[in-house]
T-cell receptor, first 114, second 113 residues
Framework: DGGITQSPKYLFRKEGQNVTLSCEQNLNHDAMYWYRQDPGQGLRLIYY???????QKGDIAEGYSVSREKKESFPLTVTSAQKNPTAFYLC?????????????FGPGTRLTVL | AQSVTQLDSHVSVSEGTPVLLRCNYS??????LFWYVQHPNKGLQLLLKYTSAATLVKGINGFEAEFKKSETSFHLTKPSAHMSDAAEYFCVVSETNDYKLSFGAGTTVTVRA
């Protein structure tokens, strides 16, 4: 089956710790994205990557970092600098960055900071 | 600048009755518009999209939406609700030829038996 996998589904972290969220896709998509979702709000873009070894900040990149060493993988690190990291994190991918390139979403990771 | 407003945070319908989810947008350019659905603790799934072709767009699971430029609206409808339609729905806008999506706050749909 083609699709996007995110792991883990639930993640708990102590304040001051960095944590890395995994995102893998086997859709052969060039572009990948990370979004954050808070209760009662829509999604906000954290980072995106158009191709391997390239990525750009989105609207709320502060306190986050990413890497894109392989086409199929786009891990997100939530650092201790992120003031309010508790949220639902969604990864997405698409063929390209055009609006006609539908973004496909993974099942998400719910991060809770204790 | 682009933004989208979903006029109802929560909609409750009876099974078998019509569903209407309202969305207004603002965009400086010719927008592309989408509706996504999210079931609890799941990722988002694209229902339908408008990208400057026919103004009445048909999507999956019997949903459709009509783009009305004069009203800056993109309301989502379904003639007959099913229990499986209970979910959160997001209206999304993007400038033409741009990856950047602006999401509405979402409308939660409850379906009563």
């Amino acid at each position: 089956d083609g699709g996007i996998t995110q792991s883990p589904k639930y993640l708990f972290r102590k304040e001051g710790q960095n944590v890395t969220l995994s995102c893998e896709q086997n859709l052969n998509h060039d572009a990948m994205y990370w979004y954050r979702q808070d209760p009662g709000q829509g999604l906000r873009l954290i980072y995106y990557s158009q191709i391997v070894n390239d990525f750009q900040k989105g609207d709320i990149a502060e306190g986050y970092s990413v890497s894109r060493e392989k086409k199929e993988s786009f891990p997100l690190t939530v650092t201790s600098a992120q003031k309010n990291p508790t949220a639902f994190y969604l990864c997405a991918s698409s063929n390209g960055l055009a609006v006609t390139d539908t973004q496909y979403f993974g099942p998400g990771t719910r991060l809770t900071v204790l | 600048a682009q933004s989208v407003t979903q006029l109802d945070s929560h909609v409750s319908v009876s099974e078998g009755t019509p569903v209407l989810l309202r969305c207004n947008y603002s965009s400086s350019y010719s927008p592309s518009l989408f509706w996504y659905v999210q079931h609890p603790n799941k990722g988002l799934q694209l229902l339908l999209k408008y990208t400057s072709a026919a103004t009445l767009v048909k999507g999956i699971n019997g949903f459709e939406a009509e783009f009305k430029k004069s009203e800056t609206s993109f309301h989502l409808t379904k003639p007959s609700a099913h229990m499986s339609d209970a979910a959160e729905y997001f209206c999304v806008v993007s400038e033409t030829n741009d990856y950047k999506l602006s999401f509405g706050a979402g409308t939660t749909v409850t379906v009563r038996a």
